[in-house]
């Protein structure tokens, strides 16, 4: 074992995204960590047409095919063909740092307490100069990483790293689950005495949505992972009384930090307000639809 460069395999689900794919691939072919001590597994989920284009001209890549719908059933696929100590997560569409293996590699190597490193995800517009105004609520809020650790003890499969001896002692994602794979798995690494750690050195870009129907979207999968995490484990009428009041509270600590954006005009920050009641109602919404027998979205 090489306990300065251990070997590291970044796990990549993959589904109907080859261009964003081949993006990322170009980046982690360039990486400052040694290029023999990595390897890339992009694990397709039953996309209409295979990346192998794409991974065939990356060194580093293999790819492998798992039919059974969802991320975390192509991830736990993954974690099954790697052969690296250190496991590093992200996604097709993330755009990794051209350090950060070897930054996630030197936190996570510190000390064996700590049982997964989450990364800073940073949300990019597709215009810098003129994002929209639903980037601009993307930028700002899609991946708070740093207060998900500080206050829930997780990360997201975006840019996480962790080892393989944890992943064994607490088990893989949960396949089940459509969304919140990742906020079950780590607060399970949490709950066994690990410790997680938030590095912003360790970061990957990713693009922000830029549409209202995607965010609210992504709302709906939210709500459905956090409800397939919890119901079952719960009587409905225990389930709504714990969670209800809850979801209908207004987000006012979110609609503070939003207004105290001083850089942005009056107007802007009335608007990603607005954006920020209508993913907290959504939310809402989709978790009394699944109360009632609704079947929650994939991811």
Request: hydrophobic content about 35%; charged content about 20%.
């Amino acid at each position: 074992m090489n306990s300065l460069y251990p070997f590291v395999s970044v796990i990549i689900p993959h589904y109907n995204d080859a261009d964003r794919l081949g993006h990322c691939l170009d980046r982690l072919e360039n990486q400052t960590y040694p290029s023999d001590r990595y390897e890339i597994i992009v694990i397709d989920n039953g996309s209409d047409e295979s990346p192998e284009g794409v991974t065939a001209v990356s060194h580093h890549s293999t790819l492998v095919f798992e039919n059974k719908p969802g991320s975390y059933a192509a991830r736990n696929y993954g974690i099954s063909k790697a052969q690296g100590e250190i496991i590093a997560f992200t996604d097709s569409d993330c755009l990794p740092e051209p350090n950060w293996i070897e930054k996630g590699v030197q936190t996570i190597n510190q000390n064996d307490a700590i049982g997964f490193i989450a990364g800073k995800v940073d949300v990019f517009p597709l215009d810098y100069d003129h994002p929209t105004i639903v980037e601009q609520y993307e930028i700002l809020r899609a991946f708070p990483v740093e207060e998900f650790i500080e206050r829930w003890h997780f990360g997201v499969t975006a840019n996480i790293f962790t080892r393989l001896n944890v992943i064994n002692d607490v088990g893989n994602f949960d396949e089940t689950l459509k969304s919140n794979g990742d906020t079950d798995w780590c607060q399970r690494v949490y709950n066994a005495g690990y410790k997680p750690v938030y590095v912003d050195e360790a970061c990957v870009k990713h693009p922000a949505l830029y549409t209202l129907e995607s965010i609210y979207h992504r709302a709906q999968r939210w709500a459905g992972g956090l409800h397939d995490r919890y119901a079952e484990d719960h009587p409905p009428v225990q389930y709504l009384v714990h969670s209800f009041p809850h979801d209908i509270l207004p987000p006012v600590k979110k609609t503070w930090f939003l207004f105290q954006q001083r850089h942005l005009s009056l107007w802007t920050r009335i608007k990603l307000i607005g954006i920020e009641w209508m993913v907290n109602y959504a939310k809402t919404f989709e978790r009394v639809r699944l109360i009632f027998g609704g079947h929650s979205r994939r991811c």
